[in-house]
Nanobody
Framework: QVQLVESGGGLVQAGGSLRLSCAAS????????MGWFRQAPGKEREVVAV????????YYADSVKGRFTISRDNTKNTVYLQMNSPKPEDTAVYYC???????????????????WGQGTQVTVSS
């Protein structure tokens, strides 16, 4: 089992910055690929960014590429999402998730992620 707790959400102005954190406990953190997903009202949950176990390989949704950065610190069992220049359309509940099956590379669909945090609200004002 893995427990994930997100923090850092809140209200931010468009063009500002915000950093989300996700602290993991339980099984060895470095054995999981980690992802950030988001869900806006009335929409399906979608991938934002994912990072492989070692922290080198990453994937970004086109909508956030160049603005958001995912990183992880395996010594602190934490994954981060740095959100620069957010836009109102980035408003959503953001979830971190752990994927135990990605031995190499990353998965970008929710079905591969077995463990989820409770989510943190991010609201971007225009």
């Amino acid at each position: 089992q893995v427990q994930l707790v997100e923090s850092g959400g809140g209200l931010v102005q468009a063009g500002g910055s915000l950093r989300l954190s996700c602290a993991a406990s339980g099984r060895t953190f470095s054995s999981f690929a980690m992802g950030w997903f988001r869900q806006a009202p009335g929409k399906e949950r979608e991938v934002v960014a994912v990072i492989e176990r070692g922290g080198v390989g990453t994937y970004y949704a086109d909508s956030v590429k160049g603005r958001f950065t995912i990183s992880r610190d395996n010594t602190k069992n934490t994954v981060y999402l740095q959100m620069n220049s957010p836009k109102p359309e980035d408003t959503a509940v953001y979830y971190c998730a752990a994927d135990p099956s990605a031995t190499t590379g990353v998965h970008i669909t929710t079905r591969h992620y077995d463990y989820w945090g409770q989510g943190t609200q991010v609201t971007v004002s225009s």
